[in-house]
């Protein structure tokens, strides 16, 4: 998956800054399976629209809709240089071999 864009939501705290972040591919188990890496994973596969929350020990949070290309991300404090680490370990997460993902 690779990080097409990523846009400022309207209307939130200036202090917490959530982002919306749109992805090449839409969002499947296998994928969201590999966001355990980044944190602590809540997976609602038997919602109608099968849910997924992710809270890192940073207190970032990633929300998204198993099927949806894009997700949201709330930042726990407006940190340019946090959001740039986080940014990176995400795309690492999301592009290791799956050989890898599996063994985690």
């Known amino acids: 998956?690779?990080?097409l864009r990523k846009e400022?939501?309207?209307?939130c705290l200036p202090s917490a800054p959530e982002y919306r972040y749109q992805f090449s591919q839409p969002w499947r188990r296998q994928a969201i399976g590999r966001l355990r890496e980044l944190g602590?994973?809540?997976y609602y596969a038997d919602f109608p629209r099968p849910y997924f929350r992710v809270r890192t020990p940073g207190g970032t949070q990633i929300k998204g809709v198993e099927g949806d290309?894009?997700?949201?991300?709330?930042f726990a404090r407006d940190d340019p240089a946090q959001r740039e680490e986080?940014?990176?370990r995400l795309i690492r997460c999301l592009n290791q071999p799956l050989e890898t993902a599996r063994r985690s």
Do not use: H, S, T, Y
């Open 40 to 42: 602590d994973l809540d």
């Open 69 to 74: 290309a894009c997700c949201r991300v709330i």
């Open 1 to 3: 998956m690779k990080l």
């Open 8 to 11: 400022l939501v309207e209307g």
């Open 86 to 88: 986080f940014d990176a």
